[in-house]
């Protein structure tokens, strides 16, 4: 569904990627591991538009990411949850689902999805009318899932779910992602908490200052001794 | 001499001043929403405002005046024209100073300012033009009487502050503007395509101004430089009620047009400015960020 | 050694300039230009550290109309209104700056109040106008017909006033000078960058940014004092307003902020525009058609404002900063390649 071949990227002068090619099919869900600076999020950024490639070519289902205009990329099924979650903190919740499905394309199956959402996310449906800015840690990450989940996208990229929440909700966001995988939606995550993110996924890539380094299935690394010892302290 | 003080506070006069006020409080209101909305925005202070407003009661003067059309059809030309004129300010002006200094910013828009200052010179020549429209009076009781165009400016300018208020809560566009301002970043990753919501927005800006050039038009004489006595105390308002907030812009708007009639009502017009202007600037002292900016 | 020559030479020119018979007209724009040049160097002086005003036309109506008025009102000569003014203008930048800079205001906010400032000074104007004249403007009283020294006016002699616009001027650059190289200077450009980082290192924020205001304000209103007793009239809009205060910012834009003599190249540049403009375009009407007349006395204005927006887009270093940076380009450049060969060989 998803290709990246070759990519190379960065900021101003500063390469973060060099030559990633990684893909995702669909139904699956693959994870971007790897330590603080690796160029994971760079990687989102560059896929959803917010940062430009310098080289190298992005496919989804046949179509070229890097030709599509940056705000055009919401409309090819690529639904982004940002890194810290980014939600509009001045406006209600169920306002921040409605600027998850602004495109004239998804404007008609608001209540639809709205009501998906909320049954995903009964928590969400209590607060709806509530300020995004007050919600705690883990509801503001579900309330960016249900975001990014109302344009009914065919692949989602969560970028670091895990980041700031207390390990008692970052379990609560794994078992959400396992839910929403249970529908089999494809999902790329790119995530600095190895344990618990080979839970819920089938494959993984290991990125290394902005260098793929290894890749494999869940379980391979999960018990692979190199990962182990970096990732998981043992 | 306290004794004339009470007299003249209690007298029937001053509570037809405190009417006016509030009803001159509606057009400052309305004048400083466009502002507001550009800042809260775009996080640019247009000073050429004022002119654009200008501009817009020079249409509608020549529109209604010299080419007969009514009102209805000359106002709507003047909005049409301000809401053009504050499209090309950002396409041809904001659109390449977006990042940078703010200052740069203020300074380029001062240089519209002039530039409008001088087309207008130039097209429409430095004599007082007026509407000539006198609506009259409405007396309340046998002693107040308040004037039809303030009344009217009023009801329009709450009008079109509900209207916007329904725009940016019910409406798709009204929420992207509004989260526009709280992270402009991640709105690609919502479909926004920010450039033209820029545009946009700066349209209805302007079309604001158009707006407030009715009502103005309607008891004001129209001349090139007659920006510079709203423009600066729009931009005064929009601080004190902090800017980008639009409820706090038109709190301030209240505020001060009370206290402008006010002293003008115990002295000369000027003095209410004046007093208007210095607690202002004793304002910007209690509460910098503004008097009803949340404290973030 | 090839700039002292130069300025030598330039100041040998400047000097004898009114002697060469050029005629009352283009002494008269000298003059004129060499006191604007005064009033934007003094507003530069702490519009270059990033306290950028929009109200220096407040002091120098100051400067005037307190000049003027203690004359006329109560026979007190400039060689004691002047400083009175001056005085004047010190305390209104100190009640209007200390709580601006103790209270953090900055960027937008401060430009916003200092323009409030300026039209709270022309309110006034208006206000008292059956002292001030209001709109009307305001003229200082003859002292006699000719010259009078009591009194600081020299009509119809522009020569004495080259002299004293010229002397003024070189004072304005040599405070400048003075600023740039002090201790001061260092302490201002820090907490330009980073206001806490330097208050966190023992700079007295406050006072600094005080201390520059004042002395920007107190030049101003010497250039306000100045310009009151050359034309011997004064109105809110020529001395004072929102459209002096921009009119001061947008020459020191256009000219060059972070150099000595940036406010006058962008002084000369505007004001020279302006003149020719007004000139060539007349004060006429022309009527392309029986109903559309145009009056081209506005096109100097037009010109103005297109000028300045290009400017800031294209050129926010001004004409002294852009050609200052192609030079220190220039030099690296050269210096580099020099390297290079010396390291080659």
Known sequence: ?234 | MFGEFTEALFSIFFIETLINGLLLGGVLALLSLGLNLIFGVIDVVWICYAEIIMLGMYTIFFLHVEGGLPLIVAAAGGIGVTALLGWMTHRFVIAYLLDAAPINQLLATGGLLFFFQGAAMVAFGIEFRNLGISLGSLAITEDIYLSWTRLSSFTIAAGVVVVLYLFLKRSYLGAAIRAISQDREIMVLMGVNTKRLYLLTSMIGGGLAGLAAILLALQYDIHPFIGLSFGPITFVICVMGGLGNLVGGFLAAFIFSELITIGGYFADLEWGYVMAFVFFITAMFIRPEGLFQKKS | MNNSFSIIAIGAALLVFPLLGFGGYPLHLVIVILIWSFAYTAWSIMGRFGLVSLGHGAFMAIGGYVTALLWNELGLSPWFGIPTALLCAALVAIIVGYPCFRFRIIGHYFALVTLALSEVVRQVTMATRDITGGSLGYTPERHGDGWSVWAIQFPDDRVVFYYIALAVWAGGIVIWRLVDQSMERYALEAISEDEDASAAVGVKVTREKLKITVLSAVMTAFSGAIYCQYQLFISPDTIGGVGISLQIVFAVVVGGIYSALGPTVGAIITLLLAEVLRIWVGTAEVCISEKICLNVAGIPLLVYGIMLIVFIIFLPKGIVGTIADKWAKRAATMKREQTFRAEGS
């Open chain 1, 1 to 234: 569904m998803l290709t990246l071949t070759n990519i190379v990227a960065g900021y101003g002068g500063f390469r973060a990627l060099f030559n990633i090619s990684l893909n995702v099919t669909a139904g699956e869900a693959v994870a971007v591991i790897g330590p603080n600076g690796a160029g994971k999020t760079t990687l989102m950024r560059v896929i959803s538009g917010l940062i430009p490639a310098e080289s190298g070519a992005i496919d989804m289902e046949g179509v070229s990411v890097l030709d599509t205009a940056p705000y055009g990329i919401i409309n090819m099924g690529i639904a982004h949850v940002p890194e810290n979650r980014r939600l509009f903190g001045r406006m209600s919740v169920e306002d921040n689902l409605r600027m998850g499905c602004f495109t004239p394309q998804f404007r008609d199956r608001f209540e639809e999805r709205k009501t998906f959402v909320y049954e995903l996310f009964p928590r969400m449906k209590e607060r709806r009318n509530q300020m995004a800015g007050t919600l705690s840690g883990g509801e503001q990450q579900m309330c960016a899932i249900g975001r990014a989940l109302m344009s009914d996208p065919r692949i989602l990229l969560m970028d670091e779910p895990s980041a700031g929440l207390a390990p008692v909700i970052v379990q609560q966001v794994f078992s959400l992602i396992e839910r929403i995988r249970a529908d089999g939606l494809t999902v790329l995550i790119v995530e600095q908490n190895v344990k618990q993110v080979l839970r819920v996924v089938n494959r993984a890539y290991v990125l290394e200052s902005g260098r793929l380094k290894m890749e494999g299935s869940a379980a391979e690394l999960l018990e692979s001794p190199a990962i182990q010892k970096s990732f998981m302290g043992m």
